[in-house]
């Protein structure tokens, strides 16, 4: 699992991979075909653990929006301490200490349609530990790929990580 990417970086993002349908008739037909758990109704799935995603902050700062990793899905137990993240009992391996718990209250468990969310950069990142669990209906989609600065060509792959390739290396692959 690789960083989330800089602020300068520019991104295409998968806003279609998060689509749903929650109301109207092909809501029901969904709903009909995937079963009611009481949740949102997703065309292809939910965000899921380590998806870094693009979303309007739920605090309706001047922010347009803001990209982070996706760190507890509904229904996970989170809790901060000793320096690092835990996930249902279980301490999550990763390279992102965490200096700060920003005064939640911990654990927490998610509702449904609602996710935890940290920035990567997590002694600065202004996530789930300042203004508390994500809506389903603040995320706009899934980051896909990193184009800008061509020095950082970023595929993130379907569960989030990310596969930096760097021109360099991408020409290297392409051309032997």
Do not use: C
Not at 21 to 30: E, N, R, S, T
Not at 115 to 122: K, P, Y
Not at 131 to 156: D, H, K, M, Q
Request: without cysteine; aromatic residues 10%; proline residues 8%.
């Amino acid at each position: 699992m690789g960083p989330t990417p800089s602020g300068r970086q520019k991104r295409l993002v998968n806003k279609f991979v998060y689509a749903s349908a929650d109301d109207g008739v092909f809501g029901d037909i969904l709903r009909a075909i995937k079963g009611d758990d009481g949740g949102r109704s997703y065309l292809f799935h939910a965000p899921q653990r380590d998806d870094v995603i693009v979303f309007t902050p739920p605090t309706g700062t001047d922010a347009d929006f803001l990209v982070k990793r996706v760190i507890g899905i509904p229904g996970d137990e989170i809790d901060i301490r000793g320096g690092q993240v835990w996930v249902n009992g279980e301490p999550r391996d990763e390279n992102f200490p965490v200096t700060k718990s920003n005064g939640g209250t911990y654990p927490q468990t998610l509702e449904d349609d609602t996710f935890f969310v940290l920035g990567d950069n997590r002694s600065r990142s202004n996530d789930s530990r300042t203004w508390g669990p994500l809506p389903a209906e603040n995320v706009i989609g899934r980051v896909w790929f990193g184009y800008w600065p061509p020095s950082e060509i970023t595929l993130f792959s379907s569960i989030g990580s990310t596969l930096g390739m760097g021109i360099p290396n991408l020409l290297g692959g392409l051309v032997r």
